[in-house]
Structure formats: structure tokens, C-alpha cells
């Protein structure tokens, strides 16, 4: 079976406005990494990142968690402030929700409460329970690896649908899906059926995601690149293009959004963790 290309869908607002915010990448499982942070009080945003995030607020006189679809433009996220939030990033369309299917549209700029699709109230005690990282970290996995080894979903997902989103990733959204029809040898029809029913997301939206993801990961770490070189390399013709996407999907202008991370010491309040050793 096709390995999935791995990609690092980031949520730079989520970091910005916390007062603390700690990573620990896995990227195994379906898993992107898990994230940890204390709010402050500025507004948290989600972008489009084209993933399911599972959110646990820990706090202790009113612990609640939620499945979180991917946005489509800026949503204010993570609502309570000066609060804990314990969160797993899925990969972009994967379905976390596992064994069950047809969940994925229905989450697309959406949240629902946790206990509406998975009954695991140990799960969300032990979580809400305690503000260890790590110990949060190991009470998700051994209620979701339980159920992830029965179920095997990676095993048994639409085979096109992961081809057809690897090349996407590959290409950071520059790839239409005439071409993805070219290269797989299914009909466009066909593909685009496929992903609105197992990601919920057209190849064409999905594609504007990744191409935006990239953009914030070039921002992030352009050093000296103008603009206008950044926008090059994504493959935009010109530098008004790239902003009125950027914008559209962040908020903020390229330059504004650079400010931002500089203002807020972006690098200096992100903590990245080893990546956790667990085995099925």
C-alpha cells in the first residue's frame, strides 16, 4: 500500500495568542502531533488546514472536549481564555472518528461535542484530569490504539483518495484535478465524488488548503526571501495574487502576518517535544 507523505499542517494563531504552547509530533497512527497550550486573552483563530483536531479544555470545574472540522476561512477557536487546552491534529482527511464513516462532511466548518460521536468518558476524565502533557498524551493513545489496531482504517481507506491527496501534498496544492485524473486514471467526476465523500472537501479546495499551509510554513521560515521570492516559489505569477489568497485565508496580509510572529516571539513560546516511542 501507498505510504502516506506526511506534511506539517500548522495553526501559528494558536500559538501566537497562548500564553504557552508545547508540540510533540507523531506522525504515525493518523496522527499529526499532539499539541498543548494555556490561552490567553487574545482571540484564537483556526485556518484552514484540511485536518480534524480533537480539543479537551482541563478545566476542572467544567472539563469539556469537541471534534473540530477543518475551517475554510478564519474561525475564532478555543474560546475560553486563560484555560488549558489538550488537543490531537489529525492528518489532513483522515477520519479520526474510527469505524465510524460519513462523519467527515458533516465536521467541514463545524465542531461537535466529543460524546456526540465517541462514548469514552475514562478517556476524557483522565485527560481533563491532570495538566501532565505526557500522561494526557498516553490516556488518548491507549483508548484510540485499542480501537485503531481493530480497525486498521489506513488498511482499508479509499486507496485513490490517499494517492490522489499525496500528490496534492507533493505539490503543495499545485496540481488541478485534470491532472490528478491523468495521473490515476479515473475520471475527474469520479475522483471529486471520492473526496467530497471521504474527506469532505473538493481536490480543488483541498488544493487551496495545501497551497495555503505552504505558504504559512515559507513564512514561517523564509529568513531572508522577500515576498515576492516566496510568492515565486509557490508558484504564484505575481505578488497581489498571493496576498489576496493569503489574506483570505489568514486574515492578514503576508506582511502583517510576518510582524505578527515577529511581535508575539513566535519561535521563542513553540516548545517541539520528542516524538512519542509507542507500539501497537
Known amino acids: ?5 506526511y506534511m506539517t499542517p500548522r495553526q501559528p494563531f494558536f500559538v501566537t495568542a497562548a500564553e504557552t504552547y508545547a508540540k510533540c509530533v507523531m506522525n504515525r497512527f493518523g496522527i499529526v502531533h499532539f499539541y498543548q497550550c494555556r490561552t490567553g486573552t487574545a482571540p484564537r483563530y483556526a485556518v484552514p488546514d484540511g485536518c480534524v483536531d480533537m480539543v479537551f479544555c482541563c478545566d476542572p470545574d467544567a472539563p469539556e472536549a469537541e471534534i473540530c472540522g477543518t475551517v475554510l476561512a478564519p474561525e475564532t477557536v478555543l474560546l ?9 491534529r489529525f492528518l489532513p ?34 485527560i481533563c484530569g491532570t495538566m501532565d502533557f505526557d500522561r494526557q498524551i498516553h490516556a488518548f493513545l491507549r483508548s484510540y490504539l485499542r480501537i485503531y489496531k481493530r480497525v486498521s482504517p489506513m488498511e482499508n481507506g479509499n486507496l485513490l483518495v490517499l494517492h490522489a491527496t499525496n500528490l ?11 491532472q490528478l485524473a491523468e495521473e490515476t486514471g479515473y475520471t475527474a467526476r469520479y ?21 495555503f499551509q505552504a505558504a504559512v510554513q515559507a513564512l514561517n521560515d523564509r529568513s531572508d526571501k522577500t515576498l515576492t521570492e516566496v510568492a515565486a516559489e509557490l508558484g504564484y505569477y505575481d505578488q497581489s495574487h498571493f ?29 517541539i517535544l520528542e516524538k512519542q516511542d509507542i507500539e501497537l
Open 1 to 5: 500500500m501507498e505510504q502516506r507523505i
Open 80 to 88: 475560553r481564555s486563560e484555560a488549558c487546552y489538550f488537543g490531537v
Open 168 to 178: 496534492l501534498v507533493r505539490a503543495a496544492g499545485g496540481i488541478t484535478i485534470e
Open 191 to 211: 475522483i471529486d465524488k471520492c473526496f467530497r465523500t471521504e474527506v469532505g472537501l473538493s481536490p480543488k479546495q483541498l488544493a487551496k488548503i495545501f497551497r
Open 93 to 126: 482527511g483522515y477520519n479520526p472518528v474510527l469505524g465510524v464513516s460519513g462523519v467527515m462532511g458533516s465536521l467541514v466548518n463545524h465542531r461537535i461535542p466529543f460524546s456526540t460521536l465517541i462514548r469514552d468518558e475514562r478517556m476524557l476524565e483522565e
Open 243 to 271: 496576498v489576496r489568497d493569503f489574506k483570505a485565508l489568514s486574515g492578514l496580509t503576508p506582511k502583517k502576518y510576518c510582524l505578527l510572529l515577529e511581535n508575539t516571539q513566535y519561535e521563542q513560546k513553540l516548545r
